[in-house]
């Protein structure tokens, strides 16, 4: 028990922020105390106070974001709570060298913690993809190596020390006061029970509580009762206090407001409430003490357990604290969710997993039957720079327009075109495959403002004469299989698309000549699975590379940024190993959306090019 009391009082408080990668990168420890101190007392706070490294980064709270001043991009953040047993509450980090000598890479803190708690049980080695993470790699603790599986490929890994700790919990619960932050209205959840219920303690020991039984059918709602505060935040995670001590009676009796994080285990009876951007820290009342008595993992919160008979029926009633009831439906949505007829599986929110596990040079393998990019020609651009040598091939002349609009201009098609200089009757022209009808001129000055590559695309339908180029800035596309599998097509590998396009100035085929460009968060990593219908997307998406199609230079529609290079209606998959954002796996409609709702199509590229 004593044991178990200090890793929950030296637990510790760790803020990270989201990279390009998508991995969690932590916050030096003086910065992390200094955003703790911040954190209750503000909704902004800027970093350069805690490291002038950072002057034109802040972090906005109520949106729990990190805001860079100079370019305006904003990347997710998060408040994390780590055991007293864990890398982080030590002090330690863990390490792999790189391909380069002294190269030296940190591991992400979830596997940091698993490592640090092998290295502290004295294990000699540690299979990672026999844990949740699933990496093909086995540490051998012993010789400090880090071996995959498969190749044998040997990396050193090392431990080293931090300078200064990460805040405790303790700490900056003395200095801030509270770390919870609650919100109204809040709610008294109580138990009505139909049979003898009991609160009993778990196999380690740990007594929160317990029932006494009684031989009437149904006891009354102050012989067993349980009282919550709900807190709910922006950002919809919802966290829940719970306070139950033991009576003189031998009853489970609500004594204060404050307490302790609830939790669920396979064996527990409630619902589990991990918050993401909130957590609730130690209470000062007696009840408190018992949140010692729980086993911490390396990222979780603190936690009670109320454990009852499996075959004693149980129902919660929810009402309002000095206020209405809830709503039936919620009521009885919780009775429903609590009776043992329903079966509850109880899980760990999904996490978000934008990038693969680290894969060598030696690992990445060329995609079976597609040449590597460096052995590819080059197409180079046909420039027609004559309207009229296009227009020829895809167009026949009206001798009696029709009285309506051009499509472009939108004057009459009997009367002179908007671009036309003089007055004159303007020619019109219908387009041979769509038929439909435009000034001449109007053609003209469209195929002008182009690339001017030699085709031609209707405006209306959007119809396209000859082949398609686009105004895609110079860069390079990459492409090779990793040896890991995307969710839902665990039957194969992966292929890794990798686009890369650097800042530079625009061209006569952008918005503004002359005027430079950014491009951010490149390199950008794109993924579809290794089988034959991922093969055939990336030879349409590898012909629309070379057609300049896949990218331009507009407004983001993310940031608002103008003058940047985006992308051009072509949707790929960025997220590897979940679909948090809509744009990771599983999807298994994704392959056939973008051939057949024709998103690659509406470019000109099609089956007929491969």
């Not at 979830?110 to 080695?125: D, F, G, M, R, V």
């Not at 740990?206 to 029932?211: E, F």
């Not at 829940?240 to 009853?251: F, Q, R, V």
């Not at 290794?530 to 590898?542: E, M, Q, T, W, Y």
């Amino acid at each position: 028990m004593a044991t178990s009391r200090t890793n929950v009082s030296q637990a510790v408080f760790v803020w990270e922020w989201l990279n390009d990668q998508g991995r969690w990168r932590p916050y030096d420890p003086s910065v992390v105390r200094q955003i703790e101190n911040a954190y209750p007392r503000g909704n902004v706070f800027s970093l350069s106070a805690a490291d002038p490294k950072l002057i034109s980064y802040i972090l906005d709270f109520s949106r729990m974001q990190q805001i860079s001043e100079t370019t305006g991009t904003a990347r997710p953040v998060r408040r994390q709570m780590y055991s007293g047993s864990s890398a982080p509450a030590k002090g330690v980090v863990w390490q792999w060298l790189g391909d380069l000598p002294g190269s030296w890479n940190t591991y992400d803190l979830e596997i940091a913690c698993l490592l640090e708690e092998a290295y502290e049980n004295k294990q000699t080695q540690l299979n990672l993809s026999h844990t949740s993470y699933r990496l093909p790699y086995v540490v051998d603790m012993t010789t400090m190596n880090q071996v995959r599986q498969g190749s044998g490929f040997t990396r050193q890994i090392r431990r080293i020390k931090l300078p200064t700790l990460y805040p405790s919990v303790n700490s900056m619960d003395s200095d801030n006061n509270s770390l919870t932050k609650t919100a109204k209205p809040s709610y008294k959840l109580k138990h009505s029970v139909s049979a003898p219920c009991g609160i009993s303690d778990s196999n380690d020991g740990n007594i929160y509580g317990k029932v006494r039984r009684s031989n009437s059918t149904r006891l009354s709602e102050s012989d067993c009762q349980v009282k919550a505060t709900v807190s709910v935040q922006s950002g919809s995670s919802i966290s829940t206090t719970d306070d139950i001590t033991p009576s003189t009676s031998g009853i489970a009796s609500p004594s204060s407001d404050s307490g302790i994080v609830a939790s669920a285990s396979s064996s527990s009876v409630g619902m589990a409430m991990s918050p993401s951007s909130s957590l609730a820290g130690p209470s000062n009342s007696a009840s408190s003490a018992s949140t010692s008595d729980l086993p911490m993992g390396s990222s979780s919160v603190f936690g009670s357990r109320m454990v009852r008979s499996v075959s004693t029926p149980c129902t919660i009633s929810t009402s309002r604290a000095h206020a209405t009831n809830l709503s039936p439906v919620m009521t009885g949505m919780t009775s429903m969710l609590m009776s043992p007829a329903v079966p509850i599986v109880l899980s760990h929110p999904p996490v978000l997993r934008m990038t693969p596990p680290p894969t060598s040079k030696s690992d990445c393998k060329p995609v079976p039957g597609i040449k590597p990019p460096k052995k590819r020609r080059r197409l180079s651009l046909i420039k027609v720079a004559d309207p009229d040598d296009v227009l020829k091939h895809y167009v026949s002349k009206v001798k009696k327009p029709p009285t309506e609009d051009c499509p472009i201009c939108f004057e009459e098609l009997c009367c002179s075109s908007g671009y036309e200089e003089s007055k004159a009757i303007s020619i019109v022209f219908k387009l041979e495959k769509c038929k439909h009808i435009f000034h001449k001129s109007c053609l003209a000055a469209m195929y002008s403002s182009g690339p001017k590559d030699g085709s031609l695309q209707c405006p209306t339908c959007k119809a396209i004469y000859g082949v398609k180029h686009g105004n895609q800035p110079p860069g390079s596309m990459d492409y090779h299989v990793i040896p890991f599998s995307l969710p839902g097509y665990r039957e194969c590998d992966a292929i890794r698309i990798i686009y890369n396009i650097p800042p530079g100035t625009q061209g006569p085929e952008h918005p503004h000549p002359g005027k430079r460009y950014s491009a951010r968060g490149f390199p950008r990593h794109c993924y579809i699975p290794n089988n034959d219908k991922g093969r055939k997307v990336l030879r349409l998406l590898i012909t629309a590379w070379e057609r300049r199609l896949l990218f331009t230079v507009g407004v983001s529609a993310t940031t608002g940024e103008s003058n940047t290079v985006t992308w051009n209606e072509i949707h790929h998959k960025t997220e590897f190993g979940s679909n948090l954002t809509g744009h990771g796996y599983p999807d298994p409609q994704y392959l056939d959306n973008v051939l057949v709702l024709m998103e690659l199509a509406s470019q000109g590229v099609k089956d007929e090019v491969l």
